[in-house]
């Protein structure tokens, strides 16, 4: 069952849809801010709405801030695709932390098959097992998942 929250008001759909929109040209990223605020202020306990903010503060290079809200979600309704593909977009931000939960959240949308539709998190995810397999002193193993993300997907 999905975690996600962007059942009800038409209006409120809309609105999360026109902030995405302007999540995705840098041009106007700087308006975003202030309109996923007042989304949270209308529901601040709206899972989706708290992983907009996350976005927010991951494209304006705040990924300390991104992390912190995404072990938020962990805590409060645990881990699934959305969770993981948020995190595999944001970790690339200055300042973001990949804390061993947030990275075993991943991990484990990678490796129970649902990130397979996500090229971005399947490919963020097998780099987290590659890790997972250094920290445990098993380097081919590692090798051996790098190549088999470099090889099966796309770039």
Known sequence: ??????????????ERIELLALLSDPDLHCFSEPRVRKL????????TNVLLLARVHAQAGRG???AALHEQVLERSG????????????APS???QLSP?????????????????????LRFGL???????????RPDAAEATRLTAWTSLPR
């Open 64 to 66: 300390a801030e991104a």
């Open 40 to 47: 949270l202020d209308r529901d601040p306990d709206s899972r």
């Open 127 to 137: 780099e987290c097992v590659a890790r997972d397999f250094e920290r445990q002193q």
């Open 79 to 90: 881990t699934d695709l959305l969770l993981a593909r948020e995190i595999a977009l944001a």
């Open 1 to 14: 069952a999905s975690k996600s929250d962007w059942s009800g008001a038409p209006e409120l759909r809309t």
């Open 94 to 96: 200055p300042g973001y």
């Open 101 to 121: 939960r947030l990275s075993q959240a991943v991990i484990a949308s990678t490796l129970d098959g649902s990130a397979v539709g996500s090229p971005l998190t």
